[in-house]
């Protein structure tokens, strides 16, 4: 299938992941390594997770290999990696404009909140990240890398007691230190993933003064001034109100209280309403830009503050 496994796509804590055909389909082949610290108990959770779960943001399993000391996963294949290797600008080709950033932010949150609340029993990740959102030929989004999933009860149980797992610099302080694990845990990853996503820089940094991301963006949001948070990959191709109101979502979701983030239904909503607020303006630019040209009216002019 992979063709001795010819074209590795990526490594990670279960293994190697490939490339390879099934019956003349792309597909990824992810292989367990021996010297795995994740296991069979992750690769059974992944397995029973993704037999039962099915939504469009979702990467889904095509098959898996179970057989003695030889264990695989078989996924469908998303051609444009992961959204980190975009970001770090490690893929070559043009950088992810705003509206495309927005899409992929919707979308993932589209998954998480599948897992949520459209699950029976709901799921918590536990390892939302840029590198587990991979992107299809269109840049469609998908949540991967199921793992970590634990399964939490709804009702009068406010949480799961659980050793944490995760990956450092996206884990919920709160369910660092108490071992409670939510459905906001995601949510305080997932604002992670959404200052990658506005900054363009990575989540821990050695060389900047403040090396966590959230350090830095807090410094940054104090003088006020959009255009020195946003990637500056952009070129400030965006309104500014755009890009704000995303910031304070993120910010929202990184609240040290699990009680005060938004729900990923809320933070779907918010995103959605970030890209509408984006394409409007972009669309009354056009439009003001195309009067311009045949000689007549006046120019645009974005309403949208510099600062909040």
């Not at 055909?21 to 367990?32: D, Q, T, W």
């Not at 003088?223 to 990637?231: F, H």
């Not at 309104?239 to 983030?261: F, G, Q």
């Amino acid at each position: 299938m992979t063709n001795n496994f010819q074209v590795v796509l990526g490594k990670g804590g279960f293994g190697v992941v490939c490339h390879g055909y099934l019956n003349n389909e792309h597909v990824a082949v992810k292989v367990l390594s021996q010297s795995s610290t994740q296991g069979y108990n992750e690769f059974k959770t992944e397995v029973e997770l993704l037999l039962r779960v099915h939504h469009v943001n979702l990467v889904s399993l095509i098959g898996y290999c179970d057989e003695g000391n030889d264990l695989a996963l078989i996924y469908e294949y998303m051609g444009n990696g992961n959204l980190k290797e975009h970001l770090s600008g490690k893929r070559r080709g043009s950088v992810l404009n705003w509206s495309n950033r927005l899409k992929i932010a919707t979308e993932s949150a589209l998954g998480i909140e599948y897992l949520h609340i459209g699950c029976k029993s709901p799921m918590v990740h536990r390892d939302v990240k840029s590198t587990n959102i991979l992107l299809g030929e269109t840049f469609e989004a998908k949540l991967a890398d199921f793992g970590l999933s634990r399964s939490f009860l709804v009702g009068g149980n406010t949480h799961v007691s659980t050793n944490v797992a995760g990956t450092i610099g996206y884990l919920d302080p709160e369910y660092y230190q108490k071992n409670w694990l939510t459905e906001k845990s995601d949510v305080y990853s997932f604002g992670i993933v959404l200052l990658e996503i506005i900054t363009g820089q990575p989540v821990i940094e050695q060389s900047r003064e403040k090396p966590y991301i959230v350090e830095c963006a807090k410094s940054m949001l104090a003088n006020g001034d959009i255009d020195s948070i946003v990637d500056p990959n952009l070129h400030r191709g965006y309104d500014k109100s755009s890009p704000w109101k995303a910031l304070e979502l993120a910010m929202s979701c990184i609240n040290p209280s699990s009680m005060e983030r938004p729900n990923m239904t809320r933070v779907a909503h918010e995103l959605n309403e970030c890209l509408e607020i984006y394409e409007n303006l972009s669309k009354r630019s056009q439009d003001a830009n195309s009067t311009n040209s045949m000689g007549h009216g006046t120019s645009f002019i974005s309403d949208t503050p510099s600062a909040r």
